[in-house]
Structures are given as C-alpha cells and as structure tokens.
T-cell receptor, first 112, second 112 residues
C-alpha cells in the first residue's frame, strides 16, 4: 500500500535523450507536484497540478513537461536531457484544505 | 538568496543531548511545516503549524511557530541515533496554499 510511488528509482541516460518518470498516488489527493532536489539537498518546486490548474515554476526549462492522464498520476517528461538535469526528482501529493504533502521515494537521474 | 534559511546547516551531537534547529525568513508564511528526510527516501511530514506563537509537541520533538509567522524552531530533547536525518522546514504563503517553499535543510547526525 505505497501512498506515492515513482518509477524508475534510478535512471542513467546520455545527454540529448528524452526520458519520462512516472508517479502514482493512491491517497485520493487532488493535487500533485514535482520537485527537484540538487546535490546540496535543496528541494525546489517544479510544478503543481490539479485537474483545473497547472502552476509552473518560471525557472523550469520548457524541456520539462508534466502530463496527467488522470487524478492519480502525474508523469514528468524531459526532452533533450542535459548534464545539469542530474538530480533526484520527487513526486508529491496533497489534498486541498489539509496540511502537508506526501512524497514519493524519489528518482535519481544521472545524465552522462 | 533562499526565502527560508535554516541553521545550523550541519549538526553532529552525542546521544542524549538536546538540540534546536532554526528556520528563519523575512517573509510571512500562512503555515510552516517540518519534514524529515532519510537517505534514499522522500521527505516525511512531521508537523504543520499555522498560528503565530503556536507550539506543538511530538514525543521528544517540540515545534514552535514565531509570533510574526516569519520563523520556526524545532527542539529535540535527548536525541537518539534514530533522529539522524535531514530536517527541512517548508512554508506556504498567503494566496499560494498549494506551493511549498523549502528551507535549506539541517543535516543532523546523532552519534551513539
């Protein structure tokens, strides 16, 4: 009964490739998020999304795009990967009116 | 410049000692959350504080939200090796209830 799951756990790929990371939550939450955690452990919001609104952090390159097939899933597509994209990416979810976000286990992306 | 500054950045103490971690900002937050993250995992919510001056206790952990809602502290009494981890504060600002801004993190190591 994992609350928020992500696949894959590890992703190693070459520069220029396109890759996707999948996220699923079984908590019935109405909002999902993607975060990037850099080598200094700083967590930065990339996107927040519910069925009505997508909020994009203006610093995120347009090579990154979230895709939500339904309320329980929010996948992250990355085009033309660059070395600087190497990081740990976390998916999270929350419910309006309730405190706290629930995080997935993370996907460690390494671009070579 | 980070919106939420945490101090100290690193803390290494002996089992049984007390410690306090600080989370400071020049901005007002409508709520403040504390998370703990262990290696290879996502952050896990510990507590949410919403009222200025609010104090919450979770076993040996005491959380306080500043009167002006610009700062917060986490105090751990009689630290144990199991408390080891990365402690993150995160705030939500008025009008952006779904957007979490994370602090810079405090890496705590409790030595047996």
């Amino acid at each position: 009964d994992t609350a928020v799951s992500q696949t894959p756990k590890y992703l190693v790929t070459q520069m220029g490739n396109d890759k996707s990371i999948k996220c699923e939550q079984n908590l019935g939450h109405d909002t999902m998020y993607w975060y990037k955690q850099d080598s200094k452990k700083f967590l930065k919001i990339m996107f927040s999304y519910n069925n009505k609104e997508l909020i994009i952090n203006e610093t995120v390159p347009n090579r990154f795009s979230p895709k939500s097939p339904d309320k329980a899933h929010l996948n992250l597509h990355i085009n033309s990967l660059e070395l600087g994209d190497s990081a740990v990416y976390f998916c999270a979810s929350s419910q309006r009116g309730q405190g706290g976000q629930y995080f997935g286990p993370g996907t460690r992306l390494t671009v070579t | 410049t980070q919106l939420l500054e945490q101090s100290p950045q690193f803390l290494s103490i002996q089992e049984g000692e007390n410690l306090t971690v600080y989370c400071n900002s020049s901005s007002v937050f409508s709520s403040l959350q504390w998370y703990r993250q262990e290696p290879g995992e996502g952050p896990v919510l510990l507590v949410t504080v919403v009222t200025g001056g609010e104090v919450k206790k979770l076993k040996r952990l005491t959380f306080q939200f500043g009167d002006a809602r610009k700062d917060s502290s986490l105090h751990i009494t009689a630290a144990q090796p199991g408390d080891t981890g990365l402690y993150l504060c995160a705030g939500t600002r008025a009008g952006s209830a779904r957007q979490l801004t994370f602090g810079s993190g405090t890496q705590l190591t409790v030595l047996p």
